[in-house]
């Protein structure tokens, strides 16, 4: 699917802030991936529709994660991770994409998890990097991201899960191991 055709597809699905979220995604999956020796094309097929489903109702994607996906248990966490797992569902069964590599990377660019591949890690840095975000932290990330992927991505997790302790909030489980795995590799 070329570019353009992928753009004016996820347009349909996000708001003017989110679609120029994703567009800053793009870019910088673009520029790690070809930075870290990852597939450029796959980078911009996963950043483009990453937050596909951002803004499906709630019980649409309760019901596809009850009826469709095998882990249940993200029910029981924060809402904002739903949106990856049924994106990659939703890419695969309404957009035809069946690339498993980037639909993973959509999957897992809210969680992470174990052992993540280069993709996984470019899309999840991505999307916490990206030139229009601007939270504590993001600055220091971004200086940092053409130092070293799992660096860059072990500073990411551990930003992400000190906000979500500060707010007194479950950590989900698969975003634990990816720090733990990260750990140990740079170990």
Same mark, same amino acid.
């Given at each position: ?9 996820? +347009? ?16 910088? =999956?673009?520029? &790690? ?42 029910? +029981? ?22 690339? =498993? ?54 500073? =990411? ?6 906000? &979500? ?15 733990? =795995? ?6």
């Amino acid at each position: 699917m070329n570019r353009q055709r992928a753009l004016d597809i996820v +347009k349909e699905q996000l708001t003017e802030k989110r679609y120029i979220h994703t567009l800053g995604v793009m870019e910088t =999956s673009i520029l &790690l991936a070809s930075h870290y020796g990852v597939d450029e094309k796959q980078a911009e097929l996963a950043a483009i529709f990453h937050d596909y489903a951002k803004f499906r109702p709630l019980e649409e994607m309760k019901e596809i994660i009850q009826d469709q996906l095998e882990d249940k248990k993200l029910l +029981k966490y924060n809402q904002e991770l739903w949106h990856a797992p049924v994106g990659a569902y939703l890419v695969e069964k309404e957009v035809g994409i069946h690339d =498993s590599t980037v639909l993973d990377a959509i999957r897992y660019h809210t969680s992470g998890r174990k052992n993540m591949t280069p993709l996984e890690k470019v899309i999840y840095v991505a999307d916490y990097i990206e030139p229009n975000r601007n939270f504590p932290g993001v600055e220091a990330a971004r200086a940092m991201a053409y130092d070293g992927l799992d660096k860059v991505l072990l500073v =990411s997790l551990k930003n992400t899960m000190q906000f &979500l302790l500060n707010k007194n909030q479950l950590i989900y489980p698969d975003t634990l191991k990816a720090y733990n =795995s990260i750990i140990k590799s740079i170990k």
